[in-house]
């Protein structure tokens, strides 16, 4: 029975048929199973994992909790079970691995589960070797069928082995781990080849991008697409890690769990340097401001709750306050299919300038670039006309330790000479003409740094950056930002690194001013 | 036709009767080697004929040109050549490293271009470019070197040893290239190169692995650099000289000093005491010398860091202030001191100095120079203690007296090297210094007690001298130096400034020691061209004279000076009777480099200006400013863009006072 548990035939090292007793009984078993079940299985296997992820992400949205790793590798082993046990098992399965809790026990006997697998497997193959030469008459057919499924259950010990060992890393990737051993399994289940496992793949995609909140077992239609924060949380993927890594910043909001805020176009652009925390209307005075703020409500009329504002606060009570570009078409305007909500005031008014306002503050010094806000001049102005720091590879640096510091780190790579400060010689100005060419070359590794550098602060942080990346890019071509909305849509990532290689030496002091500028923000 | 086939036939003849045609090249290799005393007895050897011209032609692998002019054909004609000695040279342009990297290509590993100037950055890259084998290089003084010429270097991937003083243009970025490029450095010297900070050397540090010596003299840097440079495995020569960024509260940073770290120069470093010294050291053992001169004081503080370090062998701690708990620690603390050296060190006195030299018995040099506070008791603890003492250097040690020096003769007779300048030693003294047989440089400048009677036993017993100052010891006349003569053979260095006694006859008596390079006889006027003759006649290898206030020397003197001294690179001929008809001849000597004519009656600017015209190796003229004005100021242009630099002084003439009245008035000038 140990063998018929495991339905597997070792074709992939005896690619040429084998016929023996095993796999005839396995198969059979199998298809028989295939036959009856499979409409049933698939739904039934997709729904748990969607489960698993719906609880998951709850748990570790709300309660903040370290993941529970255990019930990953728990599902191929109950995934046995279902081949030969009824779907009740399913649910069990899920109760199991939601009860235990997060164990190196537990690990422990994963892996001593994986050994004793792994050792049957063994026997299995074995013992078809051994039988190798006692050919028996076999449905060919039957074939491929064994040969995905040992293939599957490879794949299923090899996800196994991966998904405990990344629930010893600190960060908990759950997204990623819910989802392989699911992939494994799935295709195995079913009975299907691969490309089926990458249609199983997107449709869970749909699933765990779709907000929590509204998802029931069994529940496979796509989410709502005119739902703004969930195409927000559609670039889970993307930053992924970033976001296990700032939790707490919990930027990817549900809709519903903040309130939007919408400033006109006159208040954004009013010479107000006081803001109402709540509603973000601007005052001259300070004095008005606190005027303004009894309106809000009792609570705000004690001195300290106007020292500190909403912070002290829990989120679960009151909503937080995310801000809308009031710039129709903007991929921060709520209206926007892609919204990305902008954190505070602040971020609003320097959006507003940078995006939807003409550049009317001209470095004097240059006499090139042109900003929207003062602060970005003033911070372009502090760099503008210095030496540049110039490594062999192409990237400058503001700085003079920051090249070195880049060069000692990297192989081959020295630092270059300004051919301005000495003016002869032909190969200098051979050389100058490389360093020109490598600048265009790496002006994408250049920038690979400046947001690694945001990974460690907050993910509003970096999609600022991106934006005001973006922003930086067009700017000079006059390019509406919005226009290319839909372009962004389709594939975010390459466009904005084609962009970025080629621009990113024009707008390398821009982006110096930007980078200084989110920092203020975040 | 048949004339000429008599003659090979008669060369034939002459070949097969060669003795020299049944060796084999290596065994005449082997004996060139042996001939490096003198570059002429080698040019004698080429001439002998045609297969000697070629042996030594291949035989020949370092090359010192005298002219740049005659680069292109030599560098022809020495195939073989690897190492390049180009200080001679004061013009080296671009073309000339052209021709030379073209011609010599990847054979040439070793460049020196220290006193060269007028090259660029884009000479170093041919040359570098083409010599891919390069492993030396020195470019000390290019002043005028910038990032790119480093740039360039840098792509001499085999270099090893690499000298860059002076270079103050040069930056970080240029050090960076270099960093990158050179990975095999071993050696690299940057004293003075003043725009080189933290961030270049600590580049240096992280990139060249292989750096046995950094020299990092008098630059910009602070502790920031240090920690790299102390991690690199190989180091075992690091120059902190002058760093005046590095201070005590920097280096308390340092968790660990280098391990291999055999040689620390920490000279003039004011800011560290004994706590940054000993953060400095911690956890080198194999420090085996340590040089502290100019530095903070030798307290008893700074002695104890010194315990952990037990096998130095050199310390060097001249200039500072000298504690005698100090100078107590050194002496208990070291176990095996080779060689100390307190010159001007203020507060050392017999205590102290007794008591170190009782504890180091193994001492092979000392240095004592102007420790004035020592006296005989001290000077009795050296001889007694350390016998194998070869260099003992006790200038101006003015309280020691005379029947003191008896001592040395008695029981360090191993000694090679005395300084007795300025002291009360005398003839008795003397007699029994001369007992040191392996003497090789006995300094007795302002010694007035001494007499020829004492210079008498020296030359009698001191057969191995090679250098002997008698500057202004002004009781020596010429029997004195007529001993000498006869007795050393072997000198080369003799100076008998204002020994106003001396004549003739001392000049013709040194003319036998053929080894003589260096003559100095300022101030002796008796002194006539029959003197500087015959000197010339026997001393062919002579290099350096200097006859000013040798007011009898007139043309007469010059003309067999320039007939026979042709390797003479340098003279000082000031307030001699030389008119140009003698300047003129001078000019002749193809390597006279240096020259002094100050108060030169009989020198017309018209004979001056043909001199120097002539002179077309001449790198340094010392002249009246009054020719300024006298000559145009294209043939100043000139002689500069041909590498040679002047130095005008505007003195007034000086007669000279006699040597006892000079003595009083510098005892005077040190009272006041």
């Given amino acids: 029975m140990n063998v018929k548990e495991r339905p597997s035939v070792e074709n992939w090292t005896k690619p040429s048929a084998i016929v023996n007793e095993l796999p005839q009984n396995t198969s059979i078993n199998n298809q028989s199973f295939n036959s009856t079940n499979s409409q049933q299985h698939q739904q039934k296997c997709v729904n748990p994992s969607i489960m698993d992820y719906n609880l998951e992400a709850l748990s570790s949205k709300f309660n903040q909790s370290s993941e529970n790793p255990s019930f990953l590798p728990s599902s191929p082993c109950n995934q046995t079970k279902i081949t030969n046990q009824d779907d009740v098992q399913m649910n069990q399965m899920l109760q199991n691995g939601k009860l235990l809790g997060w164990d190196p026990r537990a690990m422990l006997s994963n892996l001593s589960f994986l050994e004793q697998k792994i050792h049957q497997l063994q026997e299995l193959l074995c013992m078809i070797v051994g039988q190798r030469n006692q050919m028996y008459d076999c449905p060919e057919e039957l074939f491929p069928q064994q040969q995905q499924l040992i293939t599957a259950d490879l794949t299923s010990i090899i996800i196994q082995l991966i998904s405990t060992a990344s629930s010893l890393l600190p960060s908990v990737k759950h997204s990623l781990s819910t989802v392989s051993p699911l992939l494994g399994q799935l295709p195995q289940l079913n009975g299907v080849l691969c490309p089926s496992t990458a249609n199983t793949i997107s449709g869970l995609h749909l699933q765990i991008n779709g907000d929590p909140m509204q998802q029931n077992v069994g529940d496979l239609k796509p989410s709502d697409r005119s739902n703004p924060v969930e195409q927000n949380n559609s670039s889970i993927e993307v930053h992924e890690f970033k976001e296990e890594d700032n939790a707490d910043e919990d930027e990817h909001l549900s809709p519903g769990s903040y309130e939007i805020l919408q400033l006109e176009k006159e208040e954004i652009l009013a010479p107000h340097t006081h803001f109402c925390p709540i509603c973000g209307k601007g005052f001259k005075r300070d004095a008005n401001l606190r005027m303004h703020m009894r309106g809000h409500g009792d609570e705000y009329k004690t001195p300290a709750s106007l020292a500190k504002p909403h912070k002290e606060a829990s989120s679960e009570l009151v909503l937080l306050k995310r801000y809308s570009c009031p710039y129709a078409g903007c991929k921060r305007n709520k209206d926007h299919r892609k919204f990305q909500p902008l954190k505070t005031i602040l971020c609003v008014k320097n959006h507003y300038k940078r995006t939807h306002c003409d550049k009317t503050y001209t470095c004097s010094r240059c006499n090139a670039k042109k900003f929207s806000v003062l602060a970005d001049l003033k911070t372009h102005e502090k760099h503008c006309g210095r030496d540049k720091w110039l490594c062999s590879c192409g990237t400058t640096f503001s700085r003079k330790d920051k090249l070195f510091g880049h060069i000692s780190l990297f192989q081959g790579h020295t630092p270059a000479i300004i051919p301005l400060e000495e003016n002869k010689g032909l190969s200098e100005t051979l050389n100058h003409a490389e360093n020109l060419e490598a600048v265009s070359k790496v002006g994408r590794v250049g920038f690979s740094f400046s947001t690694n550098d945001f990974n460690g602060n907050d993910i509003q942080g970096m999609v600022d950056l991106k934006g005001n990346i973006e922003e930086a890019c067009f700017s000079p071509f006059d390019f509406d930002a919005c226009n290319l909305g839909p372009f962004h849509q389709e594939s975010p990532q390459p466009t904005f690194d084609g962009l970025g290689s080629s621009f990113s030496f024009l707008i390398s002091g821009d982006m110096s001013a930007v980078q200084s500028g989110t920092n203020n923000i975040g | ?672």
């Fill in chain 2, 1 to 672: 036709m048949k004339k000429q086939k008599m003659m090979e036939d008669a060369d034939r003849d002459r070949s097969r009767n060669n003795l020299f045609d049944l060796l084999t090249e290596e065994i005449i290799f082997c004996v060139l080697d042996y001939l490096n005393d003198n570059p002429l007895d080698r040019k004698s050897f080429s001439l002998v004929c045609k297969s000697f011209y070629s042996i030594e032609c291949q035989h020949r692998r370092n090359l010192k040109p005298l002219r740049s002019e005659l680069i292109p054909s030599i560098i022809n004609r020495y195939p073989y050549v690897c190492k390049l000695d180009l200080t001679l040279c004061p013009r080296i342009t671009d073309d000339s490293l052209l021709a030379i990297s073209v011609a010599r290509g990847d054979a040439l590993r070793s460049i020196d271009l220290s006193r060269s100037k007028f090259f660029t950055g884009t000479g170093l890259a041919n040359l570098v470019g083409n010599c891919r084998n390069l492993v030396e290089m020195d470019l000390s003084n290019a002043t005028e070197l910038r990032d790119s010429a480093a740039a360039a270097i840098a792509e001499a991937k085999n270099l090893e040893r690499l000298w860059l003083g002076r270079c103050k243009m040069i930056t970080d970025i240029g050090i960076g290239c270099i960093a990158v490029g050179c990975k095999k450095l071993r050696l690299i010297c940057l004293k003075w190169c003043l725009g080189v900070g933290d961030l270049g050397i600590g580049l240096i540090a992280v990139k060249c692995k292989e750096i046995r010596s950094l020299d990092l003299s008098y630059l910009p840097i602070t502790n920031k650099c240090l920690p790299a440079i102390l991690k690199l495995q190989y180091l075992e020569e690091l120059v902190l000289e002058g760093c005046f960024g590095i201070d005590d509260e920097s280096l308390a940073v340092l968790k660990q000093g280098s391990k291999s770290l055999k040689t620390l120069d920490m000279s003039s470093c004011q800011n560290i005491s004994h706590v940054g010294l000993s953060s400095l050291t911690n956890g080198t053992e194999c420090l085996q010398q340590l040089i502290l001169a100019y530095g903070s004081p030798v307290t008893l503080a700074l002695a104890d860091s010194l315990q952990r370090l037990s096998k130095l062998q050199s310390i060097k701690l001249d200039g500072c202030l000298v504690t005698c708990s100090g100078l107590k620690a050194i002496g208990n603390w070291c176990e095996s001191l080779r060689e100390l050296s307190l010159s001007k060190c203020s507060g050392v006195t017999d205590e102290g100095l007794s008591f170190l030299l009782t504890k180091q018995k193994e001492l092979r040099k000392l240095d004592i120079t102007c420790c004035r506070k020592i006296t005989d008791i001290a000077l009795a603890h050296i001889t007694n203690s350390c016998t194998s003492l070869t260099s003992l250097r006790m200038e101006s040690c003015s309280l020691v007296p005379r029947e003191a020096f008896i001592l040395i003769g008695q029981r360090c007779l191993l000694l090679e090297e005395l300084d007795l300048t300025d002291n009360e030693v005398d003839n008795e003294g003397l007699e029994s210094i001369s007992r040191c047989s392996k003497l090789a440089c006995l300094k007795l400048g302002i010694c007035l007690n001494i007499t020829d009677d004492g210079l008498a036993h020296v030359g009698m017993r001191c057969p191995k001298l090679v250098e002997l100052d008698l500057y202004r010891s002004v009781r020596i006349t010429d029997s004195g130096i007529l001993a000498i003569a006869t007795g050393c053979p072997g000198l080369e260095i003799a100076n008998m400034s204002y020994c106003n006694e001396i004549t003739d006859r001392s000049l013709i008596a040194l003319s036998k020691c053929s080894k003589l390079k260096t003559l100095e006889c300022r101030g002796c006027p008796q002194v006539t061209s029959l003197g500087i003759a015959a000197v010339a006649v026997g001393c062919k290898q002579l290099t350096k004279l200097d006859i000013k206030k040798c007011y009898n020397i007139n043309d007469f003197g010059m003309i067999p000076l320039a007939h026979f001294s042709q390797n003479l690179r340098q003279i000082n001929l000031s307030y001699s009777t030389v008119t140009d008809v003698g300047l003129l001849s001078l000019a002749s000597i193809s390597c006279l480099q240096s020259m002094t004519t100050l108060h030169l009656k009989g020198l017309t600017p018209g004979g001056l200006a043909a001199a120097l015209l002539a002179c077309g190796g001449l790198t340094k003229v010392k002249l009246h400013s009054s020719f300024k004005s006298l000559l145009p100021q294209k043939l100043f242009e000139h002689l500069e863009a041909r590498g040679c630099l002047f130095q005008w002084r505007d003195k007034v003439f000086q007669d000279e006072i006699d040597s006892k009245s000079w003595k009083m008035r510098l005892e005077e000038d040190m009272m006041g």
